[in-house]
């Protein structure tokens, strides 16, 4: 029976960094609302998504997270989905690889980008696929990175939970060279420091700006104003990571460097040559908790590649 057959597909999932961050209000139920600039780059992970007989979900991934498979977002994208869609059917399981390549705890979105390629991938083998906005629904309740990396925007203004996006102009192509950290930053901590550097008058109080703006269609005008809300107080409890930044704004003063999320990568978006940044590594630890990467900002989003589906209805 055709409805019987294994479905099968694969999709790159690309990681995020924020070329801005705003944290505003804070919700009654804890969340808090953000405006940020989203901007995919090459550096992704490997999802494969099956869904043939049996029952249940599985994941393996070859990296561990951390998490129990039930709270990997990766696995929860997947139940809500099915819950969303009603599709696939009860007697049919589904089975999520994941070859890891994005760093976990870095604010590159590497749950996030899991989580986004797993709703992609079922939403393009279901006969009766959901549309864009209620994709992006179910993406939102998973966390405010997922909306768009379940997209097919390459760079986006997003704001509330993410789920409320504008889709902006792919940019010209930069490179993005970055500084990998062993160690992450716990994202709850983040918060706390946040709210701690507002009340003591370090960092301003909440405020929306980015949603008012209508020079966000160069990478010289994002210079001028992006900002990361989560810098000062995490630069005050990771000195390596501030050091780290201070070493690539000085080896790139005309360069757009940022720290991504709520940490730990510091990022650099330039098309200068690699020697300024070398030097800036050079004065960095040798222990391995830190090295410097590259990769390009991305034009396009490449679409889910369908490796195996049945002609007829599934």
């Not at 976990?104 to 279901?126: I, M, P, Y």
């Not at 192509?173 to 992450?184: K, L, P």
Request: glycine share 6%.
């Amino acid at each position: 029976m055709p409805d019987r057959l294994e479905l099968l597909a694969s999709v790159d999932a690309w990681a995020k960094i924020n070329l801005d961050l705003r944290v505003l209000a804070r919700e009654e139920t804890g969340f808090h609302q953000l405006e940020t600039i989203f901007q995919r780059i090459a550096l992704n992970d490997r999802v494969l998504v099956r869904v043939r007989d049996g029952a249940g979900i599985t994941l393996e991934c070859d990296v561990s997270v951390g998490v129990p498979e039930e709270q990997n977002l990766a696995w929860r994208a997947a139940a809500a989905y099915r819950h969303a869609a009603t599709w696939p059917a009860v007697d049919r399981a589904i089975a999520i690889t994941v070859h890891k390549q994005i760093p976990t705890g870095a604010g590159l979105g590497g749950g996030s980008a899991d989580a986004g390629a797993v709703l992609r991938a079922l939403n393009a083998l279901n006969p009766a696929p959901l549309s864009r906005d209620a994709l992006l629904t179910v993406a939102a309740t998973l966390g405010a990175d997922v909306p768009f990396l379940a997209s097919e925007t390459v760079r986006a203004l997003a704001w509330g939970r993410g789920e409320r996006m504008l889709a902006l102009d792919a940019l010209p192509q930069r490179i993005v060279r970055y500084a990998a950290f062993r160690d992450g930053v716990n994202t709850a901590l983040a918060y706390r420091e946040l709210a701690t550097a507002r009340t003591d008058g370090r960092i301003p109080s909440a405020g929306s700006a980015l949603l008012d703006r209508h020079d966000l269609g160069s990478w010289a005008d994002l210079q001028r104003f992006a900002r990361n809300d989560f810098e000062i107080p995490v630069f005050a409890t990771r000195p390596d990571i501030a050091a780290v930044h201070a070493s690539m704004m000085n080896a790139a003063p005309s360069a757009l460097v940022r720290m991504s999320g709520s940490g730990a990568t510091i990022f650099a978006i330039t098309n200068m040559h690699a020697d300024e940044f070398h030097a800036a590594a050079r004065t960095w630890p040798d222990d391995g908790s830190v090295e410097l990467r590259l990769a390009v900002t991305l034009e396009t989003v490449p679409p889910v590649q369908i490796l195996s589906a049945p002609s007829g209805p599934r």
